[in-house]
């Protein structure tokens, strides 16, 4: 095995995928968290892996965790409690830090709180670094290529369904406590908080899905990583209905592995249209498992962290981070992905067919 990667919260939905990705890849990763009995049986289902107990309350256990690591991944929600203390002990130890947070208040305090300090200690520190967050703000970055700045960045997406793990909807708890039930919208070129009923409209994905209703201003991670780094003015997101319901719904169930590889048989599309000016431009990506293509995000980043490609030191999302467009080829066996095409779209969904009945709270 080669460079050792600590995942805290490594038993959890989406660790258990990142823990087999890194040992896809190469590295020995070392599952971390506070659940001991839970750290030996994910151990035992990978030999030669060292669990390591510790928990955000006790830093010397932390250190304890990441000593010897070449990185660490946090794969713990709710990321409001997690991400401080874990960035703090990676500073400790001098070395990267990634999480795959989708909360927006959590990325906020990333930015806010260590963007001076990482970049003191020539540390990297990539927020966000998952379906939510990242891939969006690399397919964003993907399509605004060389404009200095654009108009209007719209992020559409498409998913069959959503099966929320109980991590989803304990950190989308957290965080609509942290703002109080009101929501961010991100125009004028600053996030502002709102109560505006959300709007339910029509947006014409590519194939295969084609129009859609979709509930619209559905706010995640990307309206915290894409104006971090792009000049943007507006930025619209918007949500399949489908998958608003299920996420709104308290009886639906958690995903269930339907694959060898344990993912799940819900399937995504991304769509991402930018404009400036007169000019448009679009980037789609295309796959399967919201939570499951999360883990060749965060260790796409991680390795590329350890090999220094990177283009920036401190706290960055993924798109400042790294080279977007040869990122998003580099998971060819995770996602398709297509940049700058079908220009003539309209990115101006329809007007809105009904109201917004049971959007649910956006994370």
């Not at 390591?52 to 256990?61: L, T």
């Not at 993912?263 to 431009?281: A, W």
Request: proline letters at 6%; a negative charge.
């Amino acid at each position: 095995m080669g460079q050792s990667v600590a995942v805290f919260g490594a038993y959890g939905h989406t660790g258990r995928f990142v823990v087999a990705e890194l040992r896809e890849r190469g590295f020995r990763p070392v599952p971390v968290g506070r659940d001991a009995g839970k750290l030996a049986a994910l151990a035992a289902e990978h030999p030669g892996s060292e669990a390591r107990p510790a928990s955000v309350e006790d830093a010397d256990s932390l250190d304890r965790a990441l000593a010897g690591t070449d990185a660490v991944i946090n794969c713990a929600g709710p990321f409001a409690d997690t991400v401080a203390p874990v960035v703090e002990a990676a500073l400790r130890a001098g070395i990267p830090y990634v999480d795959v947070a989708a909360e927006i208040e959590a990325n906020l305090d990333t930015f806010d709180r260590f963007a001076e300090r990482a970049r003191a200690a020539g540390t990297v520190v990539v927020p966000a670094m998952a379906f939510y967050g990242g891939l969006g703000d690399l397919l964003a970055t993907a399509a605004v290529d060389d404009w200095t700045a654009a108009d209007e960045v719209h992020i559409a997406y498409g998913l069959n369904s959503w099966h929320p793990t109980p991590g989803t909807r304990l950190s989308g708890t957290v965080s609509r406590e942290r703002r109080g039930d009101r929501r961010l919208r991100h125009t004028g070129g600053r996030l502002t908080h709102h109560q505006d009923e959300l709007p339910a409209l029509e947006w014409a994905f590519p194939e295969p899905l084609g129009t859609r209703p979709v509930i619209g201003e559905f706010a995640m991670a990307d309206i915290v990583t894409v104006p971090s780094h792009l000049a943007v003015t507006d930025l619209h997101s918007y949500m399949t209905v489908e998958a608003v319901r299920d996420l709104a719904a308290p009886r639906t169930p958690a995903p269930v592995a339907a694959d060898e590889r344990g993912r799940s048989d819900q399937t995504f599309l991304v769509d991402v249209v930018v404009r400036n000016g007169g000019e448009q431009r679009r980037a789609v990506a295309r796959g399967r498992d919201i939570y499951a293509v999360s883990a060749p995000l965060a260790v796409e980043a991680v390795h590329r962290i350890l090999t220094g490609r990177t283009r920036t030191v401190g706290v960055a999302s993924a798109g400042e981070a790294f080279d977007a467009v040869d990122f998003l080829r580099a998971l060819s066996g995770h996602l398709d992905v297509d940049l700058n095409v079908d220009l003539n779209v309209d990115v101006d969904p329809s007007v809105a067919v009904e109201p917004a009945v049971a959007a649910g709270p956006a994370l």
